[in-house]
């Protein structure tokens, strides 16, 4: 199709603001972009669709447009519900590239667009996925007369004889059609593909799995609605879908490239769906985690309790019991960077990988249960991030707790989820999307039977995960079975005796602090978190690794005690927890 055929169609409700002589070019595809630099994604001639997320100043509009003429897109459409009218650096760096630039009314969809250019592209090229298009509607309904994915994935295998399956980063199967893929592949597959995407291969990916050739094509989560898109391919790698394919997709002509192009198009439209289905959840989890943290009321901590059971535990009302989840992601970077890239005596280059909403996808993904009811087993699973780390709160019914037959007791030890199992059928894929610079730590609480025991399953399920920090793998988990008495205990220290113990050996260090702003506290945080790592806790305080050996000496010096000994680390470790 044409560019000049967009502006000839009223429901798209598209304006040119420039390079009209250009209209008569090619449209071969359409994608969604919020990349600074999407060029490892456009193989030429796109319709190129953004909401202008990356622009930060006037000074990014010229490097965006040339990196999209040089890779020769068919045009740029630019959505105007982030910043309204659209803006003139941009329209000028469209007209001195040579550029047409289209204007997208905020009263329109992305969607909208894509459905349009994926339909008409498909019916010149190929008549095979006309009616996965036609269908498109119906992909995005839930229910009996839905289907999701399967819809696509029908049509594929009866049109052009291709079986295809849609899976997680994990390689949970999230869709198929026909026979399920072997024991063992789906996960081998999700790992070949995290594997490529770290290492920067161009899509589709080739793997050769159990004897067969499959072709993986990444669903990637960048359309209106989304998260603005990632500098840093870290952000999103182990969030992303894949369609594998059971073929060769070395052999087939750019019109057969396309096609399926166009199909995982329609597939990220239910991804979507899914992702803003999972708001509702996140925000209970969050609300809950905010009183838990700030000590609020048992009371008040019930009651939105009351509110979350219901909805992540559809038809069977109040949950009885509840378990806190917490897992991490750490990025390595070269001995004297930052996570940025840039000198560990200078500023990051700009944000660093935001590690907390990538352990909240991850948690997300490891949490569900494939054997649960529903259309959506991830539709009972409410996680909230923090800082660096996710925090699920899980809900039991009575069926997953446990009875002495003896006593007629629960037997909470042993009840809900542990934390070896969990990890047993991702370790391998995550591993491969983790690579050499990524780490995956993962901590699980006992269950707990009321509001007032969340704290103390929230210490818990953190201390656990330090437990797993400890150990070696990029790939790690620990449960409450592991901890030692005194961690068991530490949330519940009565006050008086907290406040004691932290002001022998904190007192010293906040006075020094607020005399010179030497900022020992942060540091002394920061070298217990790094588990007394010199390197890597110089890194994340951006500071040579000289200047952190004399705040930890002048931490030495003020308390008397010596970081280099395990027992005044713990001694360190617990003030702080106890504060």
Request: one cysteine or more; proline letters at 6%.
């Amino acid at each position: 199709m044409r560019l000049r055929a967009l502006l000839e169609t009223d429901a798209l409700g598209l304006r040119l603001l420039g390079g009209e002589e250009e209209l008569d070019r090619g449209v071969r595809g359409v994608m969604t972009t919020d990349l600074r630099d999407p060029s490892r994604y456009l193989s030429g001639g796109e319709l190129v669709l953004t909401g202008l997320a990356w622009r930060r100043s006037a000074e990014d509009s010229e490097p965006f447009v040339r990196i999209l003429a040089s890779a020769g897109v068919a045009g740029l459409a630019a959505g105007e519900a982030e910043l309204g009218d659209i803006p003139d650096d941009l329209v000028e760096a469209c007209l001195r590239h040579r550029l047409p630039l289209f204007a997208v009314n905020e009263s329109v969809a992305f969607a909208t667009i894509t459905e349009y250019v994926v339909r008409q592209v498909s019916g010149e090229r190929a008549g095979d996925l006309a009616a996965v298009v036609d269908r498109h509607r119906r992909l995005m309904t839930s229910g009996p007369a839905g289907g999701g994915p399967e819809v696509v994935l029908d049509l594929l295998g009866s049109d052009l004889d291709l079986r295809a399956w849609v899976l997680s980063p994990s390689g949970r199967r999230i869709a198929g059609a026909g026979e399920p893929l072997p024991t063992g592949v789906s996960a081998a597959l999700a790992g070949e593909h995290l594997a490529a995407s770290r290492a920067g291969r161009r899509a589709p990916y080739r793997a050769v799995v159990g004897g067969s050739t499959y072709s993986l094509f990444p669903i990637r989560n960048s359309g209106r609605g989304a998260a603005p898109a990632s500098r840093d391919v870290r952000e999103t790698v182990l969030s992303d879908w894949l369609l594998a394919v059971e073929a060769d997709a070395g052999d087939w002509p750019a019109a057969r490239l396309d096609l399926l192009q166009g199909v995982t198009q329609l597939i990220a439209v239910e991804r979507d769906r899914r992702e803003a289905a999972r708001t509702v959840r996140r925000r209970l989890a969050q609300e809950v985690l905010e009183l838990v943290q700030t000590g609020a009321p048992p009371a008040e901590i019930a009651a939105r309790l009351r509110v979350a059971a219901p909805v992540l535990l559809p038809g069977l009302g109040a949950a009885p019991h509840w378990q806190v989840v917490v897992a991490r992601v750490d990025w390595e970077t070269p001995e004297g960077t930052t996570a940025a890239g840039a000198p560990a005596t200078a500023p990051a280059a700009g944000p660093a990988v935001e590690a907390g909403a990538v352990a909240q996808s991850l948690l997300e993904e490891i949490l569900v249960d494939p054997a649960a009811p529903g259309s959506d087993p991830a539709d009972r699973i409410a996680v909230a991030h923090t800082g660096e780390e996710a925090v699920a709160l899980v809900p039991l019914p009575a069926s997953a707790v446990p009875v002495d037959p003896e006593s007629g007791e629960t037997d909470t030890a042993e009840a809900g989820l542990h934390a070896d199992e969990l990890l047993a059928s991702v370790r391998e894929p995550l591993s491969a999307g983790l690579a050499d610079d990524g780490r995956l730590t993962l901590g699980v609480s006992a269950a707990v039977h009321s509001a007032e025991g969340l704290r103390g399953a929230l210490e818990e399920a953190r201390h656990a995960r330090r437990v797993a920090a400890a150990r070696p793998g990029p790939v790690c988990a620990a449960g409450h079975h592991e901890l030692a008495s005194h961690v068991l205990l530490l949330p519940f220290v009565p006050d008086d005796v907290r406040r004691a113990f932290t002001a022998r050996l904190l007192d010293p260090l906040r006075d020094y602090d607020r005399r010179h702003r030497a900022e020992l506290i942060p540091t002394l945080e920061a070298f217990l978190d790094c588990d007394g790592s010199w390197t890597r806790c110089a890194a994340r305080l951006h500071l040579h690794v000289n200047t952190l050996r004399y705040r930890v000496g002048r931490i030495e010096q003020l308390t008397g005690r010596d970081l280099s000994r395990l027992e005044d680390k713990l001694d360190f470790f617990l003030a702080l927890r106890m504060s």
